[in-house]
């Protein structure tokens, strides 16, 4: 007798070729919640362990050789599967998402401080500036010990004010105090404590010089101990013959700076024999513009 559509037996067909094709989703869902978030954790979340009742004794059921309660538990066997399997990655994949980035540690940027200028530098800088022609400027300058209150008259429509400074690169020295007689003596000094002289007429100022003791012969060191890497210093002439009065002077030479902004000025070095009472200075002549004639009447070497 053939089984007819409508039959029990089509009905579980039905049911498995269902029951399979979900089975089918699910492996594919796992699949693909495995490329993306990767496989399941190792370990499991604690349970409390099971204990097996302790139930009467019943004779055992006899087996049921019933086709369609068979079918009916496979299917529900494999709904149960699916759904486990499905509740299990869920979870995992709620517990992968709540999990924190890793802290990215939040590095503080170093603040390095601006080298403050030289005492020489920020005379030199005002002497290059659009401001270097106006006295206040220079009395502006608050690393200078102003010796004079205001520009003093020692020429005729002729003025000058001077000040103390400190050029960097010296040690302590014994420097003599110049004066005549039995005061004379030995100081025990920084031998960068220099004197700033700022030279003009009442219109403005024209020259700066600075003039430290002893003789010192290495003037381009010197120069860029004080102007560093905020600017560029490059001799121009050299091997200018001290004249013959000052007495134990070495040669001299001429320099050019470069300052921030295009802006120049030139430095003529010497060396200034100030009396007996007195081991020398080392003079330090500012100009706007570049000294061609002073090279000349010097009998400098030019420097190319």
Not at 74 to 80: G, I, R, T
Request: aromatic content about 6%; hydrophobic content about 35%; glycine content about 6%.
């Amino acid at each position: 007798m053939s089984k007819t559509s409508g039959s029990p037996v089509t009905f579980s067909r039905i049911q498995q070729a269902h029951a399979d094709t979900l089975y089918r989703d699910v492996n594919l869902i796992n699949e693909a919640v495995r490329a993306e978030l990767g496989p399941m954790p190792l370990t499991r979340a604690s349970s409390p362990p099971r204990r097996k009742p302790t139930l009467p004794i019943h004779p055992r059921p006899v087996a049921i050789a019933d086709e369609n309660l068979q079918e009916t538990d496979e299917v529900s066997l494999k709904h149960l599967t699916a759904a486990v399997a499905i509740t299990t990655l869920g979870l995992a994949a709620c517990q992968k998402q709540e999990v924190s980035p890793p802290s990215v540690e939040k590095r503080e940027v170093e603040q390095v401080a601006p080298v403050p200028a030289t005492d020489m530098q920020a005379a030199a800088e005002v002497f290059a500036s659009d401001k270097g022609r106006d006295w206040d400027a220079y009395a502006a300058l608050s690393t200078v010990k102003w010796k004079d209150s205001v520009p003093q008259e020692f020429v005729a429509g002729r003025y000058s004010r001077s000040g103390e400074i400190l050029l960097q690169g010296f040690t302590t020295k014994d420097i003599p105090n110049s004066k005549p007689g039995t005061e004379y003596a030995t100081v025990k000094r920084n031998e960068g404590e220099s004197t700033l002289n700022v030279t003009g007429t009442l219109s403005g100022v024209e020259t700066v010089s600075i003039s430290k003791p002893l003789y010192s012969d290495d003037y381009l060191s010197i120069l860029k101990n004080q102007f560093g890497s905020a600017a560029a210093v490059a001799t121009i002439a050299d091997q200018c013959p001290a004249p013959e009065y000052e007495e134990g002077a070495g040669s001299g030479a001429f320099f050019e700076v470069s300052l921030a902004g295009n802006r120049k000025l030139y430095v003529q070095a010497s060396q200034k024999d100030g009396g007996k009472y007195t081991d020398g200075f080392t003079v330090f002549d500012l100009t706007r513009t570049r000294p061609t004639d002073a090279i000349a009447q010097l009998n400098c070497k030019p420097v190319e």
